[in-house]
C-alpha cells in the first residue's frame, strides 16, 4: 500500500513516537504507509510522520471525515453511544493497524449532561501499549476531535491512564486477527 506523493503545500505533522508537531514544506517527497481513520502515517527521508486528515488535500489524497461521521443525535438531543464508539474506531495509534478500541485501549466511556447547558460530556478513560509512547497526547487529542464530531456532544475529556496496566489479552478477536496473533 506504500504510495510516493509530493506535498503541494506546507503541514503541521506529528512526528513517531515523540508526538513533536514538526512543519512539513511544501515540495517534500513521502510514502504513505498508512492510511487509518482519515490520518495519513508517512515516510521521509528525516523519519516517521502522521498528516492530519484535514491535510489529505497536501497528499492529493480525500478526507474520510463525512464517509464516518455520524448524523444524528438520539430523540432526546444526546449524542448516540453507538456513534461515539464507531469514531473511538476511527482513532490509530500511527505505528498500528488497529484501532484503539479494538486494541483494547478503551477502558471507559461515558456521556454526561452538561448543567445549565443543552450539551453533553463524553469521558473517555484509555491507556497505552506502553508508558513511554510519545504519540499518547497526539492519540488522545485524535480521539477527543473526533468524539467532537457526534452531534449532541459540546465537550470532550479524553484521559490516560495506567490502571490496570494494558496486555495483549485486551486486544479484540479482530485486533488479533489483523496483528496476525491468532
Not at 71 to 95: H, M, N, T
Not at 120 to 136: F, Q, S
Request: charged share 20%; with cysteine; glycine share 10%.
Amino acid at each position: 500500500m506504500t504510495r510516493e506523493r509530493t506535498l503541494s503545500r506546507e503541514v503541521t505533522a506529528t512526528q513517531i513516537p515523540s508526538g513533536d508537531k514538526i512543519p512539513l514544506t511544501a515540495g517534500t517527497k513521502v510514502m504513505i504507509h498508512q492510511t487509518l481513520g482519515g490520518s495519513f502515517t508517512v515516510q521521509t527521508d528525516f523519519g516517521l510522520y502522521r498528516i492530519a486528515e484535514a491535510d489529505a488535500d497536501a497528499l492529493g489524497e480525500k478526507s474520510e471525515s463525512g464517509e464516518a461521521s455520524p448524523q444524528a443525535a438520539l430523540a432526546d438531543g444526546s449524542p448516540d453511544p453507538e456513534a461515539i464508539w464507531g469514531q473511538l474506531r476511527r482513532v490509530y495509534d500511527p505505528e498500528i493497524p488497529v484501532n484503539i478500541v479494538d486494541l483494547g485501549l478503551v477502558y471507559s466511556m461515558d456521556v454526561e449532561a452538561l448543567p445549565d447547558t443543552a450539551g453533553y460530556r463524553v469521558n473517555v478513560a484509555m491507556t497505552l501499549t506502553a508508558p513511554g509512547c510519545g504519540m499518547g497526547p497526539a492519540i488522545a487529542e485524535d480521539a477527543k476531535s473526533k468524539v467532537l464530531l457526534v452531534p449532541g456532544v459540546t465537550a470532550a475529556d479524553v484521559r490516560i491512564t495506567w490502571e490496570p496496566a494494558w496486555n495483549q489479552s485486551m486486544i479484540s478477536e479482530e485486533g488479533k486477527m489483523k496483528l496476525g496473533l491468532i
